[in-house]
């Protein structure tokens, strides 16, 4: 019975060591911190492509309001994804993630107003098609030449 608790024994301190993070690493470094922050980035910046895209596919009218509300709400997510990552990334990509995020926010935001009193004159496919259009623009303009 006491060799049982003899083998066990290093496998216990192995299991602990490697849930302790080999004794002593103090979380990811600097470099590794840098990369995930750029692959969020990255796959934010997708995915508002992505959004920009399911929207234009839309036909404007009430049936597509819950697709619209969760297309924008995806690309208002993604903006806070690509904000929360800028401070982990590389101080050049840092401050052109910064600028493009803030630039297209601005845009969309411009965009998204002139839909709304668009629409809120009646006429929401004659708003919403020249919206998306501009968004896009938009996207392209700032987020296209982020080196992903």
Known sequence: MHLRH???LPV????LTAAAGCGGDKGPSKADKQAQAQTTVCTARSD???QITTLQGLTPNLASVPQIKTAVSAI???LGKIKDAEPDLRPDAKQQVQQANQA???KAKAVGTAAVSG???GDIAGQLKPAIQQLEAAYKEVFTPLAC
């Open 76 to 78: 208002v997510s993604d």
């Open 48 to 50: 508002i492509q992505a």
């Open 12 to 15: 216990l301190v192995l299991a």
């Open 6 to 8: 003899a083998a066990v």
């Open 119 to 121: 629409g809120l004159s």
């Open 104 to 106: 297209f926010a601005d």
